[in-house]
């Protein structure tokens, strides 16, 4: 299997990483997950626009340049017969010894790893939705970094696994935020809620489809604070990121929601999003 490794595609093999890399050793760099549907990558341009935002956030330079990148993962693609899947792209701050807490000099090079994964996409429950629970956002302030300590997010969708759940729904007091692994809005009356972005949510990729999407079919969207109340007198939920795309809720808790109708506007962002990737990647 070929992966990125520094500015390279090499065998996997052939990787070897210093335990002293910030990376390893401090959960310290940034990650990007790009799918690809067709042997075409699904919303490039933003996943790597936010890709260099993260590392900008954290004041780690990058080792190259975003047309270097795209050529990169590109090229990637292009030795992997895989037709449907994800990249996997990360950087670290690099292999800074002795360890030491504070940010190194500029001379210490980031470590650019990447791999791909062929995934199918899960038809069964786009169509069914997945069970979630609620739990409250133990994570830190600044979740609007794509991040690679994701310990908070594990420990969250753990919670969640321990109750037969595919997914915790997050909340802080009682507003709530987003989830382990994805972003979440619900619809009342004809319109959609999802949190603003800000410190408290990751700027989702797919929400920023869905919203272009609910635009076309002149759909409302807040993006304001909603509390666990609003949300459990929702209409419909759905969460929504690059592996689970506009993913309906069918359970939160105990809370159980009927499986969205044809002319729902879950389905109704789900047909589009699907029109979006046959725009970009094909049929
Ligand atoms: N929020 C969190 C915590 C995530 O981990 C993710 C994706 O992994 C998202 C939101 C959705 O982001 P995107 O739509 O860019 O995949």
Known sequence: MKVIWGNEIVDRNKVTIDFEDRGYQFG????EVIS??????????????RFFSSAKKI?????LSKSELKELITDLLNESEATDGYIYIQMTRGNASPRDHSYPSQDVVPLLTGSIAAAERDTDKLKKGIKTTLEEDIRWLRCDIKMISLLGNI???????????????LHRGNIVTECSSSNVAMVKDGAIYTHPDGNLILPGITKIVWKACAEQLNIPVYERPFTTEELLEADEVFCSSTTKEVMPVNQID???FELPESGSLIRLLQSCYEKKVVEQCGD
Do not use: S
């Open 59 to 63: 004041e780690m330079r990058m080792p």
């Open 28 to 31: 310290d760099g940034v990650y």
């Open 254 to 256: 105990d809370k159980v």
């Open 155 to 169: 420990m969250l969708k753990h919670e969640a696994h321990k109750k037969n759940a595919d997914e915790a729904i």
């Open 36 to 49: 690809f549907y067709n042997r075409t990558y699904f919303c490039m341009e933003e996943h790597i626009d």
